[in-house]
C-alpha cells in the first residue's frame, strides 16, 4: 500500500507524514516540491496523473487555501485550489480505487449556538466553508471517501497559540477575540485519527466524521488554559471583532461526534492535557 499525503509540508502535514510512513511507502507532495516531495501545485490542470495511484492505495488530502479572508479576497484562486484541483486529483484517486480521507471543516455547519454532530444538515457560512461543503458533495455516495471535519486544531505551534506566547515574551498584552467558541482539538487527535482511520476503514462505515474535542472553548477561556497551564506571564484583554471578521466565520461552532472515540480507541484529548503535553514536549527537545 502507497500512501499519498498531499500537503505533507503542512501545519498538520509534517507531524501527520512522520505517522504515516510506518503503516506503508508514504509519497508526500507539496506546491513547491522539496526534499523528498513530489511538487503537485492545484492550480494547474491534470495534477493528479503526477501520482502513480493504484487500487488499494490511500490518499490523504490536507491541502487548502484555508484562510477565510483570502478565500473571499480572492475567490478564484481558491476555488482552483480548494475546489477544481482538489476535485480532480481526487476524482483520479477513486477511479483508480483508493481510499481518499479528505480535511473539511467544522465551519460547513455555520452558526450553532447548540450541539451539532455528523446527522446535522450543512449551512456553510463563507467563502470556505461553502468549497469545503461543495467538494464534500461531489463524492457523496463514495464508499471509498471520508470527510474529517475538523475544528480549530491546537498546537505549540498553531497561529493563536504563538500568538499568545509571543505577546507573553514580549511582556506585552493579547487581544482575544469574544465571542469566538470553538470544540478545539489537539493535533496529535487528527494524526490518531488519520492513522485509525487507514488501519481500520471497514470497521468505520460512516462518510463523516466530525474531528474537535470534548468541549466548546471560547477564545478567552482558550488564553486562561494557556495562562494557567503553561504562560503564567499571559496577559489578555477582551476585544469584540470587527463586523467583517464574522463575514466569513461563524461566532460558535458547538461541534460534537459520537463517533470519534470508536475511530481514536480512546476519549479525544481534553484542552488542559493538550497544553501540558505541547509545553512540556517542546521544553524537553
Keep these: 500500500m502507497k500512501i499519498f499525503l498531499v500537503g505533507a509540508s503542512g501545519y498538520i502535514g509534517t507531524p501527520l507524514a512522520h505517522a504515516l510512513a510506518s503503516l506503508g511507502k508514504l509519497v508526500g507532495t507539496s506546491t513547491a516540491g522539496g526534499p523528498g ?25 490536507a491541502a487548502a487555501i484555508s484562510s477565510p479572508d483570502v478565500c473571499r479576497n480572492e475567490p478564484e484562486l481558491a476555488r482552483r485550489v480548494n475546489v477544481t484541483g482538489a476535485r480532480e486529483l481526487l476524482s483520479v484517486a477513486v477511479q483508480r480505487g483508493a481510499r481518499v480521507i479528505f480535511f473539511s471543516s467544522d465551519t460547513v455547519y455555520g452558526e450553532c449556538m447548540g450541539p451539532v ?27 471509498e471517501f471520508k ?12 497561529k493563536f497559540t504563538r500568538y499568545l506566547e509571543g505577546t507573553a515574551a514580549k511582556g506585552g498584552v493579547a487581544e ?21 482511520l487507514i488501519t481500520r476503514w471497514d470497521a468505520i462505515p460512516q462518510p463523516v466524521i466530525n474531528l474537535g474535542g470534548a468541549d ?41 461526534s459520537p463517533l470519534l472515540q470508536s475511530v481514536l480507541g480512546r476519549p479525544a484529548t481534553p484542552f488542559a492535557e493538550a497544553i501540558r503535553r505541547e509545553f512540556e514536549s517542546m521544553e524537553l527537545k
Design 37 to 61: 516531495l513530489i511538487a503537485l501545485d492545484l492550480r494547474l490542470a491534470d495534477q493528479g496523473d503526477l501520482l502513480e495511484i493504484d487500487q488499494g492505495d490511500v490518499v490523504v488530502f
Design 117 to 143: 454532530d455528523e446527522s446535522t444538515p450543512c449551512n456553510p457560512v463563507g467563502d470556505y466553508a461553502g468549497m469545503k461543503h461543495e467538494l464534500e458533495r461531489s463524492f457523496e455516495g463514495c464508499q
Design 147 to 158: 470527510a474529517l471535519r475538523l475544528s480549530y486544531v491546537f498546537s505549540r505551534e498553531d
Design 176 to 196: 482575544v477575540f469574544d465571542p469566538f467558541d470553538r470544540a478545539v482539538v489537539h493535533r496529535d487527535d487528527v494524526v490518531d485519527c488519520v492513522v485509525g
Design 216 to 256: 466548546l472553548i471560547s477564545r478567552r477561556a482558550y488564553a486562561e488554559l494557556v495562562r494557567d497551564h503553561a504562560l503564567p506571564g499571559l496577559r489578555y484583554t477582551v476585544v469584540t471583532p470587527p463586523p467583517a471578521f464574522f463575514e466569513s466565520r461563524a461566532r460558535v461552532i458547538n461541534m460534537k
